[in-house]
């Protein structure tokens, strides 16, 4: 069962346009939400990332947007650049050490 | 980067034998985590560490088990490899449990 739903799984996005990814959630333990950004053949980095006593959080192009009430949060790219095109992993992290991941979002930035 | 290396990087193997991941860490950082990466299923928990001999299983352990002897170093073994096990391998750390992880760059596995 996936604790954490993450939509779309993939995006096209013209060069300067906003990307918009979705995720959600049903476990209200959680307390930490990462944002992580993986090129091919690397790593997942941490992007941005908020806590659920914040509605947004903004950080150069990068905004989160959390909703409590509706167990949701999502992720804005302003300004998309072709350099921005990777895969996109929400995830969340209930008390204590375990993190859940959403299955990813490719995002592709035309030029 | 949190200095987090995995070896080897990549791996082709046999169904029945066993494989031995490695990853080092530089960061001194507590707690390690062992992720396997498959498509339509993003990054699942296998197993963890909160310190040196101290671990405890994620939400996919089953056919894994993991050794922590000293701080910098988290192995995963598979002792008997499947092909189900075909996947990439990512190891990741961080100082405190609510604190970001840092990932390494995976060990891609291939069982045959």
């Known amino acids: 069962q996936q604790q954490v739903k993450q939509s779309p799984q993939s995006l096209i996005v013209q060069k300067g346009g906003i990307s918009i990814i979705n995720c959600a959630y049903e476990n209200t333990a959680f307390d930490y939400f990462p944002w992580y950004q993986q090129f091919p053949g690397k790593g997942p980095a941490l992007l941005i990332a908020?806590?659920?006593?914040?509605s947004e959080k903004k950080e150069g192009r990068f905004t989160i947007s959390f909703n409590k009430s509706a167990k949701q949060f999502s992720l804005h790219i302003m300004d998309s650049q072709p350099g921005d095109s990777a895969t996109y992993f929400c995830a969340a992290k209930e008390t204590g050490n375990q993190f859940y991941f959403g299955t990813g979002t490719s995002l592709t930035v035309i030029p | 980067d949190a200095g987090i290396t995995q070896s080897p990087r990549h791996k082709v193997t046999e169904t029945g034998t066993p494989v031995t991941l490695r990853c080092h860490q530089t960061?001194?950082?507590?707690?390690m985590y062992w992720y396997r990466q498959d498509p339509g299923h993003g990054l699942r928990l296998i197993h963890y560490s909160y310190g040196v001999k101290d671990t405890d299983k994620g939400e996919v352990s089953d056919g894994y088990s993991v050794s922590r002897s000293k701080t910098e170093d988290f192995l995963l073994t598979l002792e008997s490899a499947t092909s189900s096990q075909t996947s990439v391998y990512f190891c990741a750390s961080n100082s405190e449990s609510n604190q970001p992880q840092h990932f390494g760059d995976g060990t891609r596995l291939s069982i045959l």
């Open positions: 960061e001194n950082h507590r707690y």
């Open positions: 908020i806590r659920p006593d914040v």
